[in-house]
């Protein structure tokens, strides 16, 4: 011992042994029991129920014990394997803090599978939370409770879905009863009729008004012209809130091109789509336009261009390249793919070289049309002269699961079966002096918003 007391040695032995004994004292310690009411509900509630709820588009709901139990074994799988809550985003790249974030962290997968494997146990029914109220029914609005009722309210004519058919493309028009500019601050659009979410895939509502936007502003892409898409639904997506003094701008005599993606399901089914808008107060113009632009992920030439090209038994790649010619901040990210579509990203070029991966998708589901929402601090604000890189691939393979025949050569179309790529994005648009007041807000510059605006 090199001439060190004895001592030395009690002390740590006694230590030693008292370490021992705790941990064996924690390991004795009952493990917590996982409970619906308590500790699994809450995280339904966050997470789940927006559309796992009575007349949701889900096959079941989970707003109660009696609802969750008889699926739980199938909760755990899909859970586990991380498929559901629907969150495309690649965690491992890129911007990771959105406002509308329905992910399961680590914990509460744990949760759930612990829950599981306990025999999915009810527990104390005063542990359970209030229920959650729902406000985007046929009768009421989500964005009521913040902007009261909205200014102005436009319907689709009703269509009649048969019991069985083939998927339909509802494309009617109809005025917005506008009659004079208002600058929109909230916007809404929901399904109405019994079983009309299980029956709408998507809701399209174009704004056609009497302009256009200076086609300057983009190059190599002539979807984004006048206000273009001015909402869409979709699973997980169904209404947009404008960013302090950001807007959308109406003009009088505007109208409303619908298009809205029915299948059947069984049963007839009549559904119309309806659209809420929001005005900001008469007087108060914000600063900033806000549109929503779609960006294909391939060259072409024209609107809807055909130039998507997928050879059968292949995985595909195609990029496109659109250059910003206002400086911009990027409010969100949206993949828009069919049936072969299995990823897409968006990277910045910046005027000086550098590159920076914004986000990608990955393991894309034709089932969900996620809009991830860049949160305030993150959003990427990029110069004019930013180029915008896009890259979708696809997967016409037998390998992918959801492909109805990998031996065909698919094409651009409306159909299912066809294909499409293109990215949604809400941008707002800033001169050069606001542009840098914006950066200097952010406090810290960031790889995103370091570059400077040019000149």
């Known amino acids: 011992m090199h001439g ?7 002390k740590s032995v006694f230590t030693l042994g008292a370490v021992l004994l705790a941990g064996i004292a924690v390991a004795a310690e ?16 966050a997470k789940c129920e927006s559309c ?6 889900a096959p079941m709901a989970l707003a109660t014990y009696e609802d969750a139990r008889p699926w739980a074994k199938s909760i755990a799988a899909r859970v586990g394997a991380r498929q559901m809550p629907p969150w495309h985003i690649d965690k491992t790249v890129g911007i990771q803090k959105f406002k509308n974030d329905r992910s399961l962290n680590d914990d509460q997968i744990d949760t759930i599978l612990k829950w599981v494997a306990a025999g999915a146990p009810k527990g104390d029914a005063k542990d359970m939370p209030p229920a959650k109220v729902w406000t985007d029914t046929n009768d009421s609005w989500q964005l009521a409770g913040k902007y009261g009722q909205p200014d102005i309210t436009v319907k689709s004519p009703e269509y009649t879905m048969p019991a069985v058919a083939q998927d339909a493309w509802w494309r009617p028009t109809t005025p917005t009863g506008l009659q004079e500019p208002r600058w929109v601050r909230a916007i809404e659009i929901r399904p109405v009729g019994k079983g009309a979410r ?10 056609v008004q009497p302009e256009d936007m200076d086609p300057a502003l983009f190059t190599n892409d002539p979807n984004v012209a006048g206000d273009g898409l001015f ?3 979709a699973v997980g997506k169904n209404g947009d809130e404008m960013r302090p003094d950001s807007g959308r701008l109406m003009l009088p005599n505007s109208k409303i091109t619908w298009e809205m993606h029915y299948h059947a399901v069984g049963e007839e089914t009549k559904a119309h789509t309806e659209l809420a808008v929001w005005f900001y107060p008469k007087g108060q113009e914000p600063k900033h336009r806000e549109v929503l632009a779609l960006f294909n992920t391939f060259s072409g030439t024209a609107p809807g261009a055909r130039a998507l090209d997928i050879p059968p038994n292949q995985v595909t790649t195609t990029e496109s390249f659109v250059t910003l010619r206002e400086n911009a901040r990027l409010e969100n990210f949206q993949a828009h ?11 910045a070029i910046y005027p000086d070289g550098r590159r920076e991966m914004l986000s ?27 180029m915008l890189h896009f890259l979708a691939w696809y997967d016409n393979t037998k390998s992918n699961k959801a492909n109805p025949d990998p031996d065909q050569w698919v094409g651009w179309g409306d159909r299912t079966v066809d294909e499409m790529g293109h990215a949604w994005i809400n941008i707002t ?14 406090g810290t510059m960031s790889t995103t918003t370091s570059a400077q605006p040019q000149q």
């Not at 299980?198 to 704004?207: D, P």
Request: zero cysteines.
């Open 4 to 10: 060190r007391p004895l001592t030395w040695l009690g």
């Open 30 to 45: 009952p493990a917590k029991t996982v409970t619906y009411t308590k500790d699994v509900a809450p995280i339904f509630q």
């Open 52 to 57: 796992h709820r009575a007349d949701g588009m």
């Open 198 to 207: 299980k029956i709408t895939h998507h809701a399209l509502a174009r704004l």
């Open 231 to 233: 909402m869409e639904w």
């Open 337 to 347: 793919m069919h049936l072969r579509g299995k990823g897409m990203s968006m990277e």
């Open 360 to 386: 990608q998708v990955v393991d894309f589901n034709f089932n969900w049309h996620n809009m991830y929402i860049y949160a305030d601090e993150v959003a990427p604000l990029l110069p004019k002269g930013t």
């Open 429 to 442: 648009y800033y001169k050069d002096d606001e542009f840098k007041a914006e950066l200097a807000k952010r």
